[in-house]
């Protein structure tokens, strides 16, 4: 009877274990060998890399932003009243002056207005001054009325003086009971007289009462009407101040409503900056600041006059004044560039802001020398951070080279052949 052997696991399995050994072999002396043969320096060709020359002096943190011209001041040009546009006298980047007609409305139905009250006008004071008259007249006859009654009182009193002498006298022969009654009379004549007098002081603080009234009413109407031709001329659309046009808003045939924005009329050299700073720099901004102005043709230095207080699409928006008198060429809308002035540093050491840089953090950067065209790995500190610059703390001395690309793909090698 045969006995049936069983293989041990070692002899089952032996391919196995001799492929994956062999593998873990074959690695390990690929890594050694490229560890050995693996040159100590990278080649890089110089027309790609970025490099800058440290410098040593006076040193301006700055943050940066861009902008536009915008005009100082905007005139908006409107109409007191409704209209509708008739006719447009000028167009947008025209020059006027002061009092140049631009756009002309019509308002009939205001025209209407005017003519009814200046008609209404017309016939109240037609009426007004025939009032006056019959006033006068009434004076008059009251002061006739005066004239009869003080006459009447002086026959009565003539009468009576006269009994009175003979009374004295005792010449009179009339009766005690006619001598009242002329005494009486006279006494009765004086009070109408008096009464008619007084009336005529009624009569002409009423005449002045309804004069004044009259004259007011007048003066209403007049008031109304020069308030209705200031509407009447505001539907001619003149400029305030001498400047260029730059915007008409309706069209020839539009209605107008009252008070709405017809012209838009600038100042094209009387301009400030208008930059926009990214957010996470805005808290650097204050009142007062310097800003340096790139305006393409021409740099200027200006203030910091205003910092926005809202953010809009992560920025901070500020208004930039500077001297415009000797500067040509000015207009809005023109792109500029502005640098605004946050802190000056004395005798410092400098270069060009890379990338990967961040304030107060050490980092790798390469240090080239032209003569032996190699660059060399050194651990910098890096300092204060500009918009385009930073201050190196430590590692790099004034006059070297550094090269500011990223170094993040050359790191493993402490030299660069550069060629």
Not at 46 to 59: E, M, N, P, V
Not at 238 to 262: F, M, N
Not at 333 to 358: A, C, M, Q
């Amino acid at each position: 009877m045969d006995v049936v052997k069983k293989k041990s696991f070692w002899k089952k399995n032996r391919t196995i274990f001799l492929l994956v050994f062999s593998g873990i072999v074959i690695s390990v002396l690929v890594f050694i060998v490229s560890q050995v043969i693996r040159p100590a320096t990278m080649t890089v060709k110089k027309s790609t890399l970025l490099i800058d020359k440290a410098k040593y002096d006076d040193f301006a943190i700055t943050v940066k932003g861009y902008g536009k011209l915008v005009p100082r001041d905007i005139y908006w040009l409107s109409s007191e009243t409704e209209g509708r546009v008739d006719e447009i006298l000028a167009k947008p980047g025209m020059p006027v002056q002061e009092g140049t007609l631009i756009v002309k409305l019509s308002n009939p139905e205001l025209v209407r207005k005017i003519k009814e009250d200046q008609s209404t006008l017309v016939s109240q004071i037609a009426i007004n001054e025939a009032r006056v008259q019959g006033f006068d007249t009434s004076i008059i006859s009251q002061q006739l009325a005066i004239q009869v009654a003080n006459s009447d009182y002086l026959d009565v009193q003539l009468e009576l003086d006269a009994l009175n002498n003979l009374r004295k006298n005792k010449n009179s022969a009339i009766s005690e009971l006619a001598y009242q009654r002329i005494k009486v009379r006279a006494h009765s004549r004086h009070v109408i007289w008096k009464t008619e007098e007084k009336k005529l002081e009624m009569l002409k603080l009423d005449v002045d009462a309804q004069k004044k009234s009259f004259i007011a009413v007048i003066e209403q109407m007049k008031s109304n009407l020069v308030f209705k031709e200031k509407l009447l001329d505001s539907l001619n659309i003149r400029s305030k101040i001498s400047g260029v046009v730059q915007q008409i808003l309706p069209q020839i045939g539009q209605k107008v409503e009252a008070g709405a924005s017809i012209v838009k009329i600038i100042n094209p050299s009387d301009v400030i900056g208008y930059i926009e700073v990214p957010e996470v720099k805005s808290n650097l901004l204050q009142i007062g600041q310097k800003v340096k102005l790139n305006l393409r043709t021409a740099i200027a230095e200006g203030v910091l006059t205003r910092i926005d207080p809202t953010v809009s699409d992560g920025v901070v928006k500020i208004d930039v004044k500077f001297d415009t008198s000797s500067i040509q060429g000015l207009r809005p809308d023109l792109s500029i560039e502005g640098e605004i002035i946050i802190e000056k540093l004395s005798s410092v050491v400098h270069i060009r802001r890379p990338s990967f840089s961040s304030e107060n953090k050490i980092s790798t950067i390469y240090v080239y020398d032209p003569a032996a065209k190699i660059a060399y790995r050194r651990e910098v500190q890096f300092g204060k951070v500009s918009s385009d610059q930073v201050v190196v703390s430590k590692g790099i001395k004034a006059g070297e080279f550094v090269i500011i690309n990223n170094p993040s793909a050359w790191l493993s090698y402490k030299e660069l052949k550069i060629n």
